[in-house]
Structures are given as structure tokens and as C-alpha cells.
């Protein structure tokens, strides 16, 4: 039987359903429409340029196995990217766009090159060399979508930006060194990173930056070691400018990797380099670190990125809509900015689940959809307890005044109830032990960690207290 774009599509759809969660596949496969096969070139559409960015950032290794699957190895994989869609004549514009990525994953380019293809710069073997290029430069791995300019800054980011930004023009030259960004899932600390490094590509064009995930250092490390490579990978990294390591909370209780890094990092910080490393936890709350290394992380700067205000987000997806072209009622971008307060990687994803909605029903952009889009996109996250709440809760189960919860009292029954909240806001949020403390009674990170230690305790040696844990928990979870 003949191939067509649509039976082809759909045994790329088997292939990738399989390969991916349901939800992803829902939003980022489902609206993809067939639109031509031409010998093993394929055009396939895709609702906004920022649809057709996001393919080409996370889903571009699944989507080339699909197609080589189906089409064999030379296939060539085309995006038809509708832009704006012109509600005066209800069509879109369209614009076509090959797949720029290579076809296998840039990691496994970069771990798997035989050691005779590694590029060498002065006799030192370079993981990320590009392929095929015989005297080569560092590729700094930076996603250009990631800069300053497209970063949005509030109250929730501002210290942290204002940090980045000082680094960036004067890379090693600042107190801020290292430079540790930290913060909850999706709140822009890889965002930020990179833009750092952007920055100072574009000012100092002749400086090696290098941004690299912690995951993927320790993936290097591992491969050096087996291959008694371990001198090469440290020399490697040693001779970097400004080195960028995304989520170190990786390297917690890999030994062999925090010791090849505290080596790396001290050369680096000795001869003035900059080191910028994120982390999901303050310094102060990571485990599983030597000690040596958690002191160094708190040397130079800890700047805390925190969820954004409305107002942030309103701003986020405005300046995500002037990017894509998108033109968005006023009200539909205030309704997205109050339903989702996660953070930011869910408001972009509402935010394209609904373009992607609207580019295929004639409905356009109406605040009827965005209701309609949002109400499953709200449903299937999880909210997450405040700690204003637990106080209010744990204030309500005792009958006590937050007042006199959040004051220096060390009447017993007080700093019982104090624990408690402190110790329920560690369980249902993601706040470090320093945050709960700010906002329970303005104590310090190791009032709180005592105090989580104490409930603990004390759960087990007295009864009642066991049953107010119990029935808090209750209460508490009931409301997730
Ligand atoms: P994290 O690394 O903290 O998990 P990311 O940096 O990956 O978060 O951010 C998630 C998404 O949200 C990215 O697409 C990023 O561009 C976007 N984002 C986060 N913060 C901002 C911001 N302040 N302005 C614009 N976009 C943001
Ligand atoms: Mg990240």
C-alpha cells in the first residue's frame, strides 16, 4: 500500500505514544496534523512557532526515531508553523520549517564519541567538541531562547537576576562566586542560567562558557573514569571560563563526582573563574553533601528564586505572546495568570494547550476556552498547601490565635503547636527549612530543623501528641 503523510503520521503516533506519557502526548502529539509526504520528506503542522520550538527542544529524539522508524534514516522531518492566526479572515498564516536537531540526542553525541573524534584543544580531550570539526571550540550548550531579554523579572526573581546580570558583566570579577540560584521546579533557574552565559558570550566573545547539567557531568565523569579518561575530563573542565551546573542536588551521595567536582571547583574559583550552579534547596537544606563542598557553595552568593506574583505572570505571557505573534484578549491573559500559580513551566503549558486549541476550532482565543482548556489543566495538578494555611489550620485544630503562634512564647502548648506547623510545612511544601522559619514567628533553618526532629520524636514517646499528628495529617491531606 501506498504511504501517505497520514499513514505515516499515524505509525509515528504508535511509536511515540509508546514512548511517552499520556499527557505529553496529548498536548504536544495529538494536535500535530499531516500535511505532506514527498519521497521520505515529511510536513507536519503544528499550532504556534513556540509549539514547533518546544517539539524541537524536548520531544525532538522521539519524534526523529519515530519518523527514521517509519521512513528510514534519510528521512527529513518539516514543521508547517502556523503563526498568527487572522481572526478577520479565520486563516492562519503559515510558514515552513525544517528540523534543525541532529537526529540522535546531542548526549549521546557528546558521551559516546570514541576518544579518536573528541575534539582536542591544546592536547585536552573536549567532551563537547561539535562532530566533524577537527580543531574545535567548546560548544556552550546555551539555548538562545534563554536570555535576559526573554526573562521576565518580579519580586519572586529580582535579587537573583539583578545577581545574574552583575556576574555577567564581569564574569569572576564579583563576590558573587560562586553564584548559587536556587529554587522550586519551573521557576526559571535554568532559564536564568543561560542567560547569564548568553550575556557574556555577547560581551566577552573570546571567554569559554560552558553550561552543562549536573546529571550530565556526573554521566561524563562516570564514562572518563571507565575509560581511565579522569585527567582529561578534570583538565577539560579546569580550562573553562565561566562554568554553568544546572541542579547540583544531583551529585548528592555520589561521593566520586562531588570529589572530582570540589577539585574543579577549587582550581576554577583559585585562578578567578565563575562558577554559576542552581540547586532545588538552599545550601543550608541540601543532603548527602560533604561538607567541604556545601561550605563552598555558600561562599559567594545564595539568591533564592521564588513562584511568581500575578503580576509576574501576567507579564510572562504577555511577553511569550508578543514573542510568538500571539494576540491574546486581555481577559483570557488575566485568566490564565489567577488559574495557574504553580509556576511558570505549567502556565506555559496552559498557555499552549490553549493555542493549540484555539488554532484548531474556529473559536478563537475566547475566555469560554480558556475556561474549558484550563478547567483539565487545573484538575490534573496537584495543588500544593500554603504555609499560611497549615498555620491557619494547625492555629483553628488548638483554638489558638496566629498571633500567639507566630510569637516568641515558650509557653509549651505554644511551642508545641509552633513545631507542629513547622514541621507539617516541611511534609506539604517545598519551602527550605529557612523559608518556613520566616514565615513561622521569624525563627532561623535550624529552629525548623529541631523542630521537625522534635515531632518526630515525640510522635513516638507520647500518645496524645501521636493522635494531633494524626488527625493534622488529616486534615492536611485531605486538602491536596
Ligand atoms: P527551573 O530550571 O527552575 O525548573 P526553568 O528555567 O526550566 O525552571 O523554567 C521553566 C519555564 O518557564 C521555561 O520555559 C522558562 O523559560 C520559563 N520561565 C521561568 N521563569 C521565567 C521568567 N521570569 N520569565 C520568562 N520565562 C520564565
Ligand atoms: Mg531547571
Redesign the pocket.
Known amino acids: 500500500m501506498e504511504k501517505t503523510a497520514k499513514s505515516v503520521w499515524n505509525n509515528c503516533l504508535e511509536f511515540i505514544n509508546d514512548n511517552v506519557e499520556d499527557a505529553v502526548f496529548n498536548t504536544w502529539f495529538k494536535p500535530i496534523i499531516p500535511i505532506k509526504l514527498t519521497k521520505s520528506d515529511l510536513t507536519i503542522q503544528v499550532p504556534s512557532k513556540f509549539f514547533y520550538e518546544w517539539l524541537e527542544e524536548h520531544y525532538v529524539g522521539v519524534l526523529r526515531s519515530a519518523i527514521s522508524k517509519t521512513l528510514g534514516e534519510e528521512a527529513k522531518l518539516r514543521y508547517d508553523v502556523v503563526m498568527a492566526y487572522d481572526y478577520d479572515n479565520k486563516k492562519a498564516n503559515i510558514i515552513t520549517i525544517p528540523s534543525t536537531k541532529r537526529t540522535k540526542p546531542v548526549q549521546q553525541q557528546t558521551l559516546n564519541m570514541p576518544n579518536s573524534q573528541m575534539g582536542e584543544i591544546n592536547g585536552v580531550v573536549n567532551p563537547f567538541a561539535l562532530p566533524g570539526l577537527r580543531r574545535v571550540k567548546v560548544d556552550s550548550q546555551l539555548n538562545p ?2 536570555s535576559f531579554d ?5 519580586e519572586s ?1 529580582r535579587l537573583a537576576k539583578s545577581a545574574g546580570y552583575a556576574v555577567s558583566k564581569n564574569p569572576g570579577g564579583t563576590a558573587f562566586n560562586p553564584l548559587f540560584l536556587f ?11 543561560h542567560s547569564i552565559g548568553i550575556e557574556v558570550k555577547e560581551r566577552y566573545p573570546e571567554k569559554t562558557v560552558l553550561y552543562v547539567s549536573a546529571e550530565k557531568f556526573t554521566q561524563q565523569f562516570t564514562e572518563a573514569s571507565r575509560k581511565n579518561n579522569r585527567n582529561d575530563f578534570i583538565n577539560f573542565y579546569q580550562m573553562i571560563d565561566v562554568l554553568i551546573i ?2 547540583v542536588q544531583f551529585f548528592s551521595t555520589k561521593k566520586g563526582t562531588q570529589d572530582v567536582f570540589f577539585q574543579i571547583f577549587n582550581h576554577l574559583h583559585q585562578i578567578g573563574k565563575q562558577l554559576i550552579l ?1 540547586s532545588d534547596k538552599a545550601p543550608v537544606d541540601m543532603q548527602g553533601f560533604e561538607n567541604r563542598l556545601l561550605s563552598r557553595f555558600k561562599w559567594g552568593l545564595s539568591a533564592e ?1 521564588n513562584s ?1 506574583d500575578y503580576n ?1 505572570r501576567v ?2 505571557i504577555k ?2 505572546n508578543d514573542k510568538d505573534g500571539t494576540v491574546m484578549p486581555e481577559e483570557v491573559v488575566e485568566f490564565l495568570a489567577s488559574n495557574i500559580t504553580t ?3 505549567e ?2 503549558g496552559a498557555l499552549i494547550s490553549l493555542l493549540a486549541h484555539a488554532s484548531f476550532s474556529d473559536e478563537g482565543l475566547s475566555i469560554e476556552l480558556a475556561r474549558k482548556v484550563i478547567k483539565k489543566f487545573v484538575k490534573n495538578t496537584t495543588k500544593e498547601i500554603s504555609i499560611d494555611y497549615i498555620q491557619k489550620v494547625v492555629c483553628d485544630y488548638f483554638s489558638m490565635d496566629m498571633d500567639v503562634l507566630q510569637s516568641k512564647s515558650r509557653k509549651r502548648n505554644v511551642v508545641q503547636a509552633r513545631q507542629l506547623a513547622m514541621f507539617f510545612a516541611k511534609r506539604f511544601t517545598k519551602a527550605s527549612l529557612a523559608s518556613i522559619g520566616t514565615q513561622i514567628g521569624k525563627r532561623d533553618h535550624a529552629t525548623v530543623l529541631h523542630a521537625c526532629k522534635t515531632v518526630g520524636n515525640l510522635s513516638e514517646t507520647d500518645r496524645n501528641f501521636k493522635i494531633y499528628v494524626e488527625e493534622l495529617d488529616k486534615k492536611l491531606s485531605s486538602m491536596n
Open positions: 531562547n534563554y526573554n526573562f521576565v523579572v518580579g526573581n529554587g522550586g521546579v519551573g521557576l526559571g533557574k535554568t532559564h536564568l542560567s544546572d541542579d542552581t528564586i511568581a509576574t507579564e510572562i511577553t511569550r509556576n511558570v513551566r502556565l506555559e
